[in-house]
């Protein structure tokens, strides 16, 4: 069976594996040891916390196949981003230069450097193995986010947003930062985002132009690769936006990808969502429902047949399935057609 739990310390090797095959661009799974495992320290850390309100966790889960014990996949939460560390974006905007006397009206678009996304809670690091890419793990993967946000909503912020990466080539080249580079940083692209994702982000401040550039004085290379996003990043971006997710002018400062936000109730996946009670029996139906259950430091997430009593909010799930859950007849799920 395909199961989604929070990472543990024994995770380290398949999540170093992960951050491998991930490539560049996936700023948030440096291939650093010290750093993954502070990665992993730090999600423990968060789901054993006592939270009222978001902060600084960082809650990181894992996609484990049970018949091998194989981590096949990942995939993340951040609670509240930029809160310790400055959390830097791009927002495309539009000057007009004009002159009536002239008849002449020009638009200009522009990108300014900005905080705006501080305090939103992030989703992040999904990444799924190739050899599990089918019977909608993929999904699976990225969709039980929601249902842990929408189990226990005190520790999210209302806006939540989720960074796509943008166009880079199988060398890590970015045309955007291409750019960038020649003009204000002397640094390649894997070195940059590399730097990001260990937490080093003062150069950021210290080197990034003040002012708002324009973009038509930007490569035509540059400029082609602003909010589009890695051909390996459509489907989740897709997934993304069935979910409700949208841009809203704001693109990565490294490789110019697009960020996609949504206000949390209005995500489908938690809109839709529903808490039963359990009953433990025979499942006839012939459908596919995630399922989680309601603990945070043992939360389980699968993908099963069950048998609803809507009018009752009640479940009917198998044995195998409640086992795999650890829940018992009368706790509570949160659940999900797929």
Aim: net charge negative; glycine share 6%; aromatic share 10%.
């Amino acid at each position: 069976m395909i199961i989604i739990r929070p990472i543990q310390q024994r995770d380290y090797d398949a999540l170093y594996r992960i951050a491998e095959e991930s490539g560049h661009g996936f700023t948030s799974l440096p291939v650093n040891e010290a750093l993954l495992k502070k990665r992993i320290s730090h999600a423990e850390e968060s789901f054993k916390k006592d939270v009222s309100q978001p902060g600084n966790e960082g809650y990181l889960f894992v996609m484990e196949d049970t018949e091998t014990g194989a981590v096949v996949g990942t995939s993340g939460i951040e609670a509240a981003v930029g809160l310790e560390d400055a959390f830097y974006h791009y927002h495309l905007g539009k000057v007009v230069h004009s002159s009536r006397e002239l008849n002449v009206y020009n638009t200009v678009e522009t990108l300014s450097l900005c905080n705006d996304y501080t305090g939103a809670s992030e989703i992040c690091t999904l990444f799924l193995s190739e050899s599990h890419r089918k019977n909608r793990n993929g999904r699976f993967l990225s969709r039980m986010r929601f249902l842990f946000m929408a189990e226990h909503a005190e520790r999210f912020a209302e806006t939540v947003i989720a960074e796509m990466r943008g166009v880079s080539d199988e060398n890590g080249r970015s045309p955007f930062w291409d750019w960038l580079e020649e003009h204000f940083f002397s640094l390649d692209f894997p070195t940059a985002d590399y730097l990001t994702g260990i937490g080093n982000k003062a150069f950021i401040a210290e080197l990034m132009p003040k002012y708002p550039i324009y973009v038509n004085l930007l490569s035509k290379a540059a400029q082609d690769v602003i909010n589009e996003v890695h051909s390996k990043t459509i489907p989740a971006l897709k997934l993304l936006e069935a979910e409700g997710f949208s841009r809203r002018g704001y693109v990565d400062i490294f490789d110019g990808g697009p960020t996609v936000e949504a206000q949390i109730s209005s995500v489908n996946t938690i809109a839709q969502s529903a808490r039963c009670q359990v009953i433990i029996g025979e499942v006839n139906d012939d459908n596919n429902f995630i399922v989680c259950n309601t603990s945070i430091e043992n939360f389980i997430a699968v993908q099963a047949s069950l048998s609803l009593r809507e009018t009752a909010n009640q479940v009917v799930l198998s044995q195998q399935t409640a086992e795999t859950l650890q829940v018992k007849e009368g706790d509570w799920v949160r659940l999900v057609e797929n």
